[in-house]
């Protein structure tokens, strides 16, 4: 086990979980590595944390740029990872010791371009294992990705972290993949892609990691008109790659995408309800213009609000 594996981590403002993180990646039984901190413009301890492990370990190398976001963090690191073979961790999250050399030791076996697997949601008031985990329904054997795509959003247990995926560097260089930057839910694009692109993706069922889920995290705090914005950006990018792609895409997963159009639409304030409205419309035609990917309710969500209120209420006496 020669190979490298580059380990990025974008970092900001992680002082609370930093160490437990970094403790983790450095305690792999697979030790070759170099694990990439992108200090992403930290107001807080993390820095200092960051340049104690690199002094420690000439494994680890901070990289520092000013804050642009985790998509930012993530592109700035990928441009400087030589390993064959790479693996994204979130700072505030932890892995099993065993996760890089079982994921290795499977892209190897399965000639793999990304290897996914399992993983815990972790409530961070508790340290207990949540009801919200990331596992799967049945055990998918190795497959052209946009197979095993379109096998898990037909079980519903498809998962877009980025963090739940192996990859093969040349497979992220021959495709040029990157993330979108100054958006939210910018996995949901990123990992779509990844899976459609993919000549041949495998699968560890195990449980490899732990999500920590925090309450005031950007995914679960209160909805804004950049979680609105950052929603529309990615449906849309998500249909013009499948377009471009000759329709690749799951109809199943565009409609999630654009039930999350509507759910950040929604969380909006009256004001801001308004000065959205004009955007809502076209997308609205969108969605209608692709016979709502199949989705009855999701076509007369499109349709308008009285419409959709009115199927509520019906589905509430029915149940």
């Not at 497959?143 to 079980?155: I, L, S």
């Not at 690749?248 to 309800?273: D, H, I, W």
Request: aromatic share 12%; hydrophobic share 35%.
């Amino acid at each position: 086990m020669s190979e490298l594996i580059s380990v990025i981590i974008p970092v900001y403002n992680a002082e609370k979980y930093l160490d437990d993180c970094l403790k983790g990646v450095l305690a792999q039984t697979y030790q070759t590595l170099e694990v990439l901190l992108v200090d992403d413009g930290s107001t807080d301890g993390s820095g200092a944390i960051c340049d104690s492990f690199a002094r420690k370990d000439p494994r680890v190398r901070v990289l520092r740029k000013e804050n642009g976001g985790a998509s930012s963090a993530r592109n700035a690191g990928l441009r400087e990872a030589t390993g064959e073979y790479l693996y994204f961790l979130d700072s505030d999250d932890t892995v099993e010791p065993t996760i890089l050399e079982k994921l290795y030791r499977d892209a190897r076996a399965n000639d793999s371009e990304l290897v996914f697997f399992d993983a815990y949601a972790v409530d961070e008031e508790t340290g207990e294992v949540s009801g919200k985990n990331y596992g799967h329904n049945e055990r998918y054997t190795p497959d052209e990705g946009k197979a095993v795509m379109a096998k898990m959003v037909a079980n519903r247990d498809f998962h877009m972290g980025v963090w739940q995926l192996f990859y093969k560097k040349s497979f992220l260089d021959r495709t040029g993949l990157s993330f979108v930057e100054g958006v939210i839910y910018e996995d949901f694009l990123f990992t779509c892609q990844a899976y459609c692109l993919a000549n041949r993706v495998s699968y560890v069922p195990e449980y490899l990691y732990s999500r920590r889920y925090r309450a005031n995290s950007v995914m679960t705090s209160k909805k804004t008109m950049k979680n609105f914005l950052s929603a529309e950006t990615v449906y849309y990018g998500v249909r013009d790659f499948s377009e471009q792609n000759g329709n690749v895409v799951p109809p199943a997963y565009l409609a999630r995408g654009a039930y999350n159009v509507f759910t950040n639409a929604e969380a909006l304030s009256g004001p801001e309800k308004k000065e959205i409205a004009e955007r809502l419309k076209e997308f609205r035609r969108d969605v209608l213009a692709h016979d709502g990917y199949g989705d009855p309710a999701l076509r007369m969500r499109c349709h308008g609000k009285a419409l959709w209120a009115a199927r509520r209420a019906i589905q509430k006496l029915t149940d």
